[in-house]
């Protein structure tokens, strides 16, 4: 008498599931022209140009990278293994998780070919409840009703919103003003001629300054953390950075950063720019520097 693994019986086990093939979608994530999620973080992004546009809730440039990514998940799907030919009330599909909708461009060719025609092809990945190994259930919408099991990538990738990481960058170039506020603390810049001063004949480290300018032009957010502008969250301001540019730009930005996101590894705070009512993560270590440079 002998005691096998039960992963070596499901291997063995004469299931028409068992040696199927593992690729259950095969396309090109560059012909997908529209993104819609139903989930953790509910979205609709589309492509024009090749750029890609988070369209709702709210419109606002989107992160292309992140959304090439979930394209290339949703054309090309390889199931870890595959579970039932049919749902089942454990699987979790009565109330998904999660609903990723990808549609596809697809030229079709008359017989000399030549373009006809452009048409779309949608494809629709269901996520459902999780398995005993903390993966997820999944099924494509179609006539294959096939329920099989996918790997964390797919959770990863619609866990926050699709929101570009550059969109809290202050250009150097048009800044003229900044004003940079605490509790009981206020510090304001003016640009004079090639140089700063500060109100009041304040005296503050102008090499130091120089460098946080440097990184303001050019910081990248870890996250947008959701579409809510979470004022709730932000009862505590921790620094308030007031940008004003040119005059002939005439635009004032205003960045609230409030307290340490929840996410003790990601190491960052919670910031919102005024008039996107979104909230991101920035990296702690350039907030820690600004507060130390307006406690000079």
């Known amino acids: 008498v002998l005691s096998v693994p039960s992963s070596m019986l499901e291997a063995v086990r004469p299931d028409i599931l068992a040696f199927r093939k593992r690729t259950i979608t095969s396309g090109d994530a560059y012909d997908i022209e529209k993104l819609s999620i139903r989930g953790p973080v509910t979205q609709k992004l589309e492509k024009h140009g090749g750029l890609w546009t988070v369209v709702e809730p709210t419109k606002v440039a989107a992160d292309g990278d992140a959304a090439r990514r979930l394209a290339a998940l949703t054309t090309t799907v390889n ?4 579970v039932s030919p049919q749902a089942e009330a454990k699987h ?21 070919g030549q373009k006809d025609q452009t048409k779309s092809r949608d494809i629709v990945l269901q996520l459902g ?6 993966l997820r259930f999944a099924r494509l919408l179609g006539k294959d009703q096939t329920v099989f099991v996918v790997g964390p990538e797919y ?15 202050i250009s150097e170039t048009d800044l003229v003003r ?8 206020k510090l304001e810049l003016r640009k004079d001629g090639l140089g700063w001063s500060a109100a009041g004949k304040r005296q503050f480290d102008a090499v130091h300054f120089k460098h946080l300018l440097s990184d303001l032009s050019a910081v990248k957010t870890v996250r947008a953390a959701s579409f809510d502008a979470g004022a709730s969250s932000f009862r505590t301001k921790t620094i308030v950075i007031t940008a004003t540019l040119s005059d002939a730009l005439e635009k004032t930005s205003v960045l609230t950063v409030g ?15 005024s008039g996107l009512p979104v909230t991101f993560v920035v990296p702690a270590r350039l907030v820690d520097e600004l507060v130390a440079f307006t406690e000079q």
Do not use: C, H, M, W
Request: charged content about 30%; hydrophobic content about 40%; overall charge negative.
């Open 79 to 82: 199931p870890l293994r595959f």
């Open 92 to 112: 979790g599909f009565e109330t998904p998780f999660a609903v990723i909708s990808a549609t596809a461009a697809v030229e079709n060719f008359d017989t000399k």
């Open 129 to 134: 409840a999780q398995t005993n190994d903390r």
């Open 155 to 169: 959770e990863e990738a619609i866990r926050t919103p699709f929101v570009a990481r550059d969109l809290l960058q």
């Open 178 to 185: 900044l004003v940079f506020e605490r509790p009981g603390e």
């Open 259 to 273: 307290p340490r996101s929840g996410d003790v590894a990601e190491n960052g705070y919670l910031v919102r720019l």
